[in-house]
């Protein structure tokens, strides 16, 4: 089972409004299936980078991790 692009929206949603400096990034998107796990469930890595609009133009990198259900269980992001 993969992200429908539904709960892809809905993440990318919430990133936007926490960061709004990445409005608009289309994000990666890597499966973080450890192998055989069979009690951790799957889980998505979803990479949004981006540009703020500064004087000092330093790339911005949120990382978050999300089950298959969409649910989001962790935002990290660079200074």
Same mark, same amino acid.
């Given at each position: 089972?993969? #992200?429908?692009?539904?709960?892809? +929206?809905?993440?990318?949603? $919430?990133?936007?409004? +926490?960061? =709004?400096?990445?409005?608009?990034? %289309? =994000? ?11 009690? @951790?469930?799957?889980?998505? #890595? /979803?990479?949004?980078? $981006?540009?703020?609009?500064? =004087?000092? %133009? @330093? !790339? *911005?990198? !949120? *990382? ?5 259900? $969409?649910?989001? @269980?962790? /935002?990290?992001?660079? +200074?």
């Amino acid at each position: 089972m993969s #992200l429908t692009n539904v709960q892809l +929206k809905s993440i990318s949603q $919430g990133v936007y409004k +926490k960061f =709004p400096e990445l409005n608009g990034v %289309s =994000p990666e998107v890597q499966n973080r299936n450890a192998p055989n796990a069979k009690s @951790i469930p799957q889980q998505y #890595l /979803i990479i949004f980078k $981006g540009t703020p609009s500064a =004087p000092k %133009s @330093i !790339v *911005r990198v !949120v *990382r978050v991790t999300a089950d298959t259900e $969409g649910k989001v @269980i962790k /935002i990290s992001t660079s +200074k």
